[in-house]
């Protein structure tokens, strides 16, 4: 069946790079995202990627996909503060069904 | 735009009582999506809506009836409160961003309800 699943907690030093990984189950899935959620808040999306692509980068993002091991993850250059949140890896299966990680608790400690 | 907004954003409840979550998106989204968010568990979908008038059943549906009477709405309704429905309730619509003619389905979250059944 699909299923998504991410380690619950990564701590990092301001400045530094984070990488959160997550690894996937269904092999057709189109679309691989990753969603932000900031306490108290609903998710919001940060970035996606489509199944034919290897990298994205977007600013201070950069996605990795290796669709042979279905393994995606995020790398955040120069955490800041202001990156503390939970991150959420999910694909789309189905259509417009998405499925979620249990999500990824970012610590950026100053 | 108000986005999507939901109400109430805290309620707490006695076991066996009955309470309708509302949900309403102002962006003319087709989809629309109930979830719930435990600890560790990430995100559930309850029930979702293709279209006004249109409900299906989701990964974890029972306890939960919706209704999608108008295509800005979608109502979660509890009929008998269960402390196991302790949760964060989020109701979610979705856009087709349309790129190079695919669907991307990016979802618009709520700021979610925030639910006790003592």
């Known amino acids: 069946g699909e299923d998504v699943e991410q380690s619950l907690f990564l701590s990092v030093r301001e400045g530094d790079s984070s990488v959160i990984n997550c690894t996937y189950t269904d092999s057709s899935s189109t679309y691989l995202y990753w969603y932000k959620q900031e306490p108290g808040a609903g998710l919001q999306l940060l970035t996606y990627i489509f199944s034919n692509m290897d990298m994205k980068q977007d600013q201070r993002l950069t996605v990795l996909l290796n669709k042979k091991d279905k393994h995606l993850s995020l790398r955040i250059a120069d955490t800041q503060t202001g990156d503390s949140a939970i991150y959420f890896c999910?694909?789309?299966?189905?259509?417009?069904?998405?499925?979620f990680g249990a999500g990824t608790r970012l610590f950026v400690k100053a | 735009n108000a986005g999507v907004t939901q109400t109430p954003k805290f309620r707490v409840l006695k076991t066996g009582q009955s309470m309708t979550l509302l949900c309403a998106q102002d962006?003319?989204?087709?989809?629309m999506y109930w979830y719930r968010q435990d600890p560790g568990m990430g995100l559930r979908l309850i029930h979702y809506s293709v279209g006004e008038g249109t409900t299906a059943k989701g990964e974890v549906p029972d306890g939960y009836n919706v209704s999608r009477l108008k295509k800005q709405n979608f109502l979660l309704g509890l009929e008998s409160a269960a402390p196991s429905q302790t949760s964060v309730y989020f109701c979610?619509?979705?856009?087709?961003?349309?790129?190079?003619?695919?669907?991307?389905?990016?979802?618009?979250f709520g700021p979610g309800t925030r639910l006790t059944v003592l």
């Open positions: 962006m003319n989204h087709e989809y």
């Open positions: 979610a619509s979705s856009s087709l961003l349309g790129l190079a003619g695919l669907a991307v389905y990016e979802q618009f």
């Open positions: 999910a694909e789309m299966a189905g259509g417009f069904k998405t499925i």
